[in-house]
């Protein structure tokens, strides 16, 4: 096994540093857009609640295998051309969000409104509470949970490997499929996954036992 | 707290590698004691064909019967009853480009007939029969594209897409080596990919390329064939009493007529294509 | 694009048996994974010597790994230790492996949740361990997990899609098989399959959200 990766280490890496680069993209706008819709579903305006509720809902209850390969396969017909990695990475992100928006929100609801009351009433405009009152307290509370959703996040990113998308799954595929060495390759690529979401998941349980 | 979490990582980290390499190794020991398959075969009277499910003219789901269709399909029923008789039962086992090598190799299937072409480096995996089938390796490309032959893939820019797995990505890389190459699991995501423009041209064999031409206007096969690419039916390495039984049956079913039939059944008619040069 | 073909009674019952297969790998691996994943989240609980640490361990791995890897490991390795599997077999096996470790995890940090003089009350009123976790530690436990737990099942259903790599039969491996035969039907195949599993995932999480508004009201 060792001289499978040794003889491979290039091909291994190429797709370790895309698995790391697509995941940190993807959390990074997950990040915002779920913050955003978290917001947006805690507002006191009916209307902007319910669509921040349909986008929710919408990308929870559909698998992230088939947003990815619609944004591979349909959209460049419509809008514009997408690669693999990046129509990868949008559906990561989307999907992402959406379990990101549930979590904020959660953060937020448990925040209270008595604080969002006693904000106001020291002159502060809904916004201003929300930005420097509400959101630092929501976040400290959602910590663990969205560290997990990062967790998820990296093992989701495989499905770069359905699209084309260079990342460490698809690398593997095609080292397997030319060294007919299947299952110690794929150990070697579930080692490379372990050292991304080991030290995080233990970091995040951590965290959760303070 | 810190270095307690650090020295329980690596721990476990080592764990992974001593199990993970104990598992290869007896998986290694199972290979190497394995049973005769002939002899399996012959007792449990059923042969489990690897096949495919995603080629047209070889081996392709039906939606209407659900039911797989193609020569790959019709050949390995008739082999099966040319070796153990009329009650004979070939079990069809649906892999792609990317699992059939490995569901041999690990003892899911006992055989495959699943456009596997004969090559070197398969050959020190696997044993092959006598080939069934002459394929060449070509291009499919929208109608009004300006790719005519491989030359016009060799440039920079260029992207071709292809089945994981396939001897066709080795040969890209090696006839225009300018060319990218953008694998997918079988030839249902490779088709779909070229059309929604992730590639210009679509490369595997003729016969693939032509079945798959004959559904889709505004797609041609262009260039001839640039590769010689003889099909096999693959068994495990070693294999090799059973691989003679196969190569017996096929000599049998080429002279009673049967496998002439079954080529006129499935690629007469076919634009591009010589029965005569694959049945060579 | 052309919806009205696409959706012929021909394709529609082609993507039906697909939904169908989708379902019952679901329900089976849902059945199995539950028990399994308490099972688990029971033994790590109890702190017992090594078989709590190994077990921990041994959960802490799976769920860390990305479900697709377990999938090829099952598929792939499992015939090399003599078990001969079919895609089904294959997916169902790697689904309760990696949904069991998920729902594991959900199970300690629910009896974790439970106070701890509920446990040493009902040992002192002369219950057994077992009997203690069975009668009244579980039971608190389970109504506190109810909402994560559903929604690692919805979870569930929408990764059997990544068992169209083993080319299981579900709904979305049918589709593409429509599609990749006559690429028109591509998009009208990616809205109605998307459709379809937000119908089954959103009546499973509405489920979810009924019984937790039910049990909050108690």
């Known amino acids: ?210 | ?280 | 694009m052309d919806f009205v073909n696409a959706l012929s009674w021909v394709n529609f019952r082609f993507l039906l048996q697909g939904l169908w297969v989708t379902i019952y790998v679901s329900l089976i691996s849902i059945a199995l994974s539950f028990l399994i994943g308490l099972l688990l989240g029971t033994i790590r609980y109890t702190k017992t010597p090594i078989i709590s640490k190994l077990v921990g361990f041994i959960v802490d791995v799976v769920r860390n790994l990305p479900l697709l890897l377990i999938i090829f490991f099952t598929y792939f390795g499992l015939p090399g230790i003599g078990v001969r599997v079919n895609s089904l077999v294959a997916s169902i096996i790697a689904l309760v492996i990696f949904e069991s470790a998920m729902i594991s995890e959900i199970v300690r940090s629910g009896i974790n949740a439970v106070d701890e003089g509920q446990m040493e009350g009902a040992r002192s009123n002369g219950m057994n361990f077992v009997q203690a976790m069975f009668y009244v530690v579980m039971p608190q436990a389970l109504l506190k997990m109810i909402p994560t737990l559903l929604s690692q099942f919805v979870s569930l259903v929408k990764d059997t899609s990544l068992a169209t790599i083993i080319i299981l039969p579900e709904l979305l491996y049918h589709a593409q098989i429509v599609y990749s035969q006559n690429t028109n039907y591509m998009i009208p195949m990616y809205l109605i399959i998307a459709a379809m599993y937000f119908v089954v995932c959103f009546c499973l999480s509405m489920f979810a959200s009924y019984l937790q508004r039910k049990f909050d009201s108690r």
């Open chain 1, 1 to 210: 096994m060792w001289e499978l990766f040794i003889n491979n280490w290039q091909t291994f890496l190429i797709g370790f540093a895309n698995t790391v680069f697509s995941s940190i993209l993807a959390l990074i706008g997950s990040l915002v857009i779920g913050s955003g819709f978290a917001i947006l579903e805690t507002v006191p305006n009916k209307f902007w609640r319910i669509v921040a509720k349909i986008y929710i809902e919408i990308f929870r209850n559909i698998p992230l295998l088939v947003i990815a390969m619609i944004f591979y396969l349909v959209v460049p017909q419509f809008l514009f051309k997408v690669n693999g990695f990046t129509a990868g990475t949008i559906g990561l992100t989307l999907y992402t969000s959406a379990f990101i928006a549930e979590t904020v929100r959660s953060g937020i609801n448990a925040v209270g409104d008595g604080q969002m009351e006693g904000a106001r009433s020291n002159g502060m405009t809904y916004w201003q509470a929300m930005r420097y009152v509400i959101l630092p307290q929501a976040f400290r509370i959602v910590i663990p949970p969205l560290g997990n959703q990062f967790v998820n996040l990296i093992k989701n990113s495989s499905v770069l490997a359905f699209v084309a998308g260079f990342d460490l799954m698809y690398q593997g595929d095609i080292v397997a499929s030319n060294t007919f060495e299947t299952i110690p390759t794929y150990i070697i690529i579930g080692i490379f996954y372990l050292i991304l979401t080991m030290p995080l998941s233990y970091y995040m349980q951590h965290l959760e036992n303070k």
């Open chain 2, 1 to 280: 707290m810190k270095s307690k979490i650090k020295r329980f990582f690596l721990l476990a980290l080592a764990l992974v590698l001593a199990v993970s390499l104990s598992a290869c190794e007896s998986s290694g020991q199972a290979a190497s004691s394995q049973v005769n398959t002939w002899k399996q075969v012959e007792k449990s009277k059923t042969i489990i064909w690897g096949v495919r499910n995603d080629t047209r003219l070889f081996g392709l789901m039906d939606i209407k019967s659900a039911k797989l269709v193609g020569f790959d399909i019709d050949l390995a029923k008739a082999i099966t009853k040319q070796l153990l008789g009329k009650d004979g039962k070939a079990v069809l086992f649906q892999t792609s480009s990317k699992t059939k090598i490995p569901v041999l190799k690990n003892g899911n299937v006992d055989a495959l007939m699943a456009t596997v072409t004969i090559t070197p480096d398969r050959k020190k995996q696997v044993t092959f029969s006598d080939p069934y089938f002459n394929a060449g390796q070509s291009l499919l490309v929208k109608s009004d594209s300006k790719i005519k032959s491989i030359k016009d893939l060799n440039k920079n820019g260029i992207t071709v897409v292809a089945v994981k797995g396939t001897t066709a990505v080795a040969n890209i890389h090696k006839f225009a080596p300018k060319a990218r190459v953008l694998e997918f699991d079988d030839y249902g995501q490779c088709f779909t990919a070229l059309k929604a423009g992730q590639g210009q041209a679509m490369s595997t064999d003729n016969g693939i390329l032509a079945g798959i031409a004959a559904e889709n206007k505004g797609y041609s096969v262009v260039g001839g064939t640039f590769t010689h690419e003889p099909y096999g039916i693959a068994v495990d390495k070693g294999q090799t009493e059973f691989a003679q039984k196969i190569n017996q049956a096929l000599k049998e079913l080429k002279q009673n007529g049967t496998y002439n039939k079954l080529m006129h059944k499935w690629f007469d008619g076919i634009p591009g294509f010589s029965i005569k040069e694959a049945a060579r």
